[in-house]
């Protein structure tokens, strides 16, 4: 009984793929390392310029630091600023 209930919950789930896909989704994906962090900040500035913002920033080490600042409100300048205060 208790694995019927566990197989009828899992076939009728909603599936990512069952619904359409968003015609313009960005997503940003950033690595770790001191100089790409100083790297990301860069190209979140290109971003930026181009009016691209993405739906979506993932990453790890200095990257996840960076986006989720970026994600939190912080603008590619205000970071660009932040890295001379760095003590790396």
Not at 33 to 61: C, K, N, W, Y
Request: aromatic share 4%.
């Amino acid at each position: 009984m208790k694995m019927s209930l566990v197989n009828d919950r899992v076939l009728n789930r909603r599936r990512a793929w069952d619904e359409p896909p968003r015609p313009h989704a960005v997503g940003l994906v950033l690595g770790g390392g001191a100089a790409r962090g100083i790297a990301h900040v860069g190209a979140l500035q290109a971003l930026e310029e181009q009016e691209i913002f993405p739906d979506v920033i993932v990453g790890t080490s200095v990257g996840a630091l960076v986006g989720g600042l970026y994600a939190a409100g912080v603008s590619a300048a205000r970071l660009r600023a932040l890295i001379p205060t760095i003590s790396w």
